[in-house]
């Protein structure tokens, strides 16, 4: 096992958070529900690539995110995106993809800033709670501009934006801030 390059182990745990991404995307296990909303957990393993392996990585695994988000967004979307979708497609893919390239960028920025001076679990749960907040900010707010670009009367979505962010996107922060440091510490133990 010594004589495997690091360049290899990281492809390999590439491959297995990609085919994770790919697995809580499309079945209902990246989904926690609380009532009316559902939580994703989807951004994790994105974040833990991003922790472990650096950010360049991580965009490889947004992109996996962005791809199922975007299959989701045309086979089964939700009320907000398919009025969304209905003005363009466009938008969509846009909205889909951006917020998950930047939750690497993000949270291996905020990550290796803080692990100089703190310790390393701090540092990954802020990291996991800033790219968490990066995708729900991102996303969301590209969907608002995204309807009034297309022309889409807003008063009526601006109050469930406003609580999907602060309810979903508060609950998946703190879940991304809790997971992510105890799993980033096993993955490099078994590295």
């Known amino acids: 096992m010594a004589n495997i390059s690091k360049k290899t182990k990281n492809m390999a745990l590439l491959g297995v958070l990609t085919g994770l991404v ?22 994790i393993p ?10 360049k990585y991580g965009i490889v695994l947004g992109i996996a995110f962005a791809g199922v988000s975007i299959y989701s967004a045309f ?38 800033k803080l692990k100089k001076n703190r310790k390393e679990g701090i540092a990954a749960a802020v990291g996991a709670v800033c790219g968490s907040l990066t995708n729900t900010f991102f996303y969301l707010g590209l969907m608002l501009l995204f309807y009034v670009l297309a022309g889409i009367d807003t008063a009526k979505v601006l109050g469930l934006i406003g609580g999907t962010g602060l309810i979903a996107g508060g609950s998946e922060a703190a879940v991304a801030g809790i997971l992510c440091p105890p799993i980033l510490m096993a993955v490099k133990k078994i590295k």
């Open 22 to 43: 790919i697995l809580l995307g499309l079945t209902p296990l990246g989904l926690i529900p609380l009532g009316f909303i559902n939580v994703t957990i989807l951004c």
């Open 75 to 112: 086979t089964k979307p939700s009320s907000l995106v398919g009025t969304l979708m209905g003005a363009s497609p466009v938008f969509v893919i846009v909205m889909s993809l951006l917020p998950r390239l930047l939750i690497p960028v993000v949270a291996w920025s905020v990550y290796q």
């Open 46 to 55: 994105v974040i833990i690539g991003a922790l472990y392996m650096g950010w």
